[in-house]
């Protein structure tokens, strides 16, 4: 992956996560709400297995889980970790303008 392209996708990832984190910390009012849902889409973007598998085969599906995380590039890492330090942006922000008198929705 050339530079450029990782740049790129490091913002995306993580105006993402941020955006959809700020989102739905000012509907749902819990401030750490995406940083507790991001390991799980994670695991959805990584993971080849259906959900139900994680209940039908919990051992072969986590075998398998950790064989795709093991995998992943330094590239593919490094964006993942931009993604989740988007979400906890998102509830940093989010919790300053709350104590700043700020009140979302």
């Known amino acids: ?13 993580f105006v993402l996560f ?7 910390n000012m509907i749902l009012r819990q401030t750490w709400v995406m ?3 991001y390991p799980l ?9 259906s959900i139900w598998d994680y209940f039908r085969n919990p051992s ?3 075998a398998s ?4 995380f093991s995998a992943l590039g330094k590239a593919d890492m490094i964006i ?3 993604g989740l330090a988007g979400a ?11 104590q700043k008198g700020y009140q979302m929705f």
Do not use: A, E, Y
């Open 18 to 24: 941020f955006g959809i984190g700020f989102l739905l």
């Open 41 to 49: 889409i994670c695991v959805l973007i990584v993971d080849k297995v």
């Open 35 to 37: 940083t507790i849902l």
């Open 60 to 62: 072969g599906s986590l």
């Open 80 to 82: 993942l970790t931009t």
């Open 88 to 98: 906890i942006l998102s509830g940093v922000i989010i919790k300053s303008l709350r």
């Open 1 to 13: 992956m050339s530079i450029p392209v990782l740049l790129i996708s490091m913002l995306l990832f």
């Open 65 to 68: 889980l950790t064989n795709h």
